[in-house]
């Protein structure tokens, strides 16, 4: 095929433009646990899991004290947050509960099951776990059908405990 990627890519990091740098660290340290890695002055900080130098990057070089875009706009429509396991999912969607922020959906897609919700800066943050591959829905040609069923959150609370 011409003009394929190469095979298994990764995104490497997403960079976000954000009002204020401290309530963003606090979103994605304090609730979801990213570690801050490096501030980078006053203006910008990166953010990591694992040890690897940064997933995500903040700045407020454009953007200090500024307003998301408003509906019907260009732009991002969220990160995805991928978690190696249902537990560590489960995990995440704790600390969202704990912390007091609201879901804006929650899908089981069939591939994966996924938590949606919305950052400080009104950026969209899809919290998710895939499925083996060998689980994966596919047609009688083995063609990918992913769905969009309600993911049932008691469940997935459940059965990470149950882990």
Do not use: C
């Amino acid at each position: 095929m011409r003009n394929a990627v190469a095979p298994a890519p990764l995104i490497g990091h997403v960079h976000l433009k954000v009002a204020d740098l401290d309530r963003s660290i606090a979103f994605y340290s304090g609730i979801l646990g990213f570690e801050v890695t490096q501030r980078y002055g006053p203006g910008a900080a990166f953010l990591s899991a694992g040890g690897y130098h940064h997933h995500i990057g903040l700045n407020t070089w454009e953007s200090a004290g500024g307003t998301p875009p408003p509906p019907g706009h260009t732009g991002l429509y969220h990160t995805a947050i991928l978690y190696p396991d249902r537990a560590a999912l489960a995990d995440a969607l704790t600390r969202v509960m704990r912390a007091g922020i609201p879901l804006d959906g929650a899908a089981d897609h069939g591939v994966s099951e996924a938590i949606y919700l919305t950052d400080p800066d009104g950026n969209g943050v899809e919290l998710y776990r895939d499925r083996p591959e060998e689980e994966w829905p596919r047609d009688a040609e083995g063609r990918l059908r992913m769905g969009n069923a309600p993911l049932d959150l008691q469940a997935l609370l459940a059965g990470a405990q149950a882990d």
